[in-house]
């Protein structure tokens, strides 16, 4: 059975777990070692562990935090942040992380999603898309590049389609507009890139309720969801996120 995931986001900067609003105001939520480990205890599906200012501040990812989360949890851990080449793709591979996800360099160098695939296997590798709302695109929606602060002129849709075609195993896209406001996925942009390719696609950005979840799979043709605010302030555990989902006639690992 094809099975809808519940996956925690751990966004990381400087070794420490944040989380904020539109990519910017983060607060401290504590050590991401210890928060996985909940997760993982807790039932979560999988987990993304994202270095949020590693591109930006042109360095590869922490290697000693996702260590220390890699060694804490037993679940699949996919690894994004900073991630620029193969020979860093292999470096957090031999750590134990499950899968890991390009953005930025991606956009940079579209090949490096097909030399990835062809080395390591097209299920591990996600391609991670941050999005924005750009009427002046086909779909209405621009890839947004270097922790979401850059435009890269691409509309997501077809950028979906053409890393499909590189070969990615999955795409995680990520909305800049409801990020963090828990006001809900930005359901036409999923819906648009899910409706697009044949990879599975993770919502990500806005969860705010137990319906939203729903709804992201309902309505955004998501195949799993992404939480970050709603777990880590305890406004729902994944236990009840999965029992609510699963209530709905959604087919969960309980």
Not at 39 to 45: E, K, M, P, Q
Not at 57 to 62: A, D, F
Not at 85 to 113: F, H, M, Q, W, Y
Request: glycine share 10%; charged share 25%.
């Amino acid at each position: 059975m094809d099975y809808r995931r519940i996956i925690p986001c751990l966004d990381v900067k400087h070794g420490r777990l944040v989380k904020g609003v539109n990519f910017v105001n983060l607060k401290d939520v504590g050590d991401p070692a210890e928060n996985a480990a909940a997760y993982s205890r807790a039932g979560a599906d999988e987990i993304v562990f994202l270095d949020i200012t590693a591109t930006v501040e042109n360095r590869k990812t922490l290697l000693d935090a996702v260590q220390r989360t890699v060694e804490r949890v037993s679940v699949p851990l996919t690894v994004g942040g900073g991630i620029s080449s193969c020979e860093g793709i292999e470096e957090l591979l031999g750590l134990g992380v499950s899968k890991v996800s390009i953005n930025t360099a991606a956009v940079r160098n579209p090949d490096l999603v097909r030399q990835a695939t062809k080395q390591f296997g097209r299920d591990k590798i996600t391609v991670a898309i941050d999005t924005a709302k750009n009427p002046k695109l086909p779909s209405g929606f621009e890839v947004m590049v270097k922790g979401g602060t850059t435009g890269a002129g691409i509309d997501a849709v077809e950028w979906a389609r053409k890393v499909e075609d590189l070969g990615a195993g999955a795409i995680l896209p990520t909305s800049m507009d409801t990020d963090g406001k828990q006001t809900g996925y930005d359901l036409p942009m999923t819906r648009a890139i899910a409706d697009a390719v044949s990879l599975p696609v993770i919502a990500s950005g806005g969860a705010g309720t137990l319906e939203h979840l729903y709804d992201a799979i309902a309505e955004g043709h998501a195949d799993a969801v992404l939480v970050a605010s709603i777990a880590h302030f305890g406004t729902y555990s994944i236990r009840q996120m999965k029992e609510y989902l699963a209530s709905r006639g959604m087919p969960v690992r309980l």
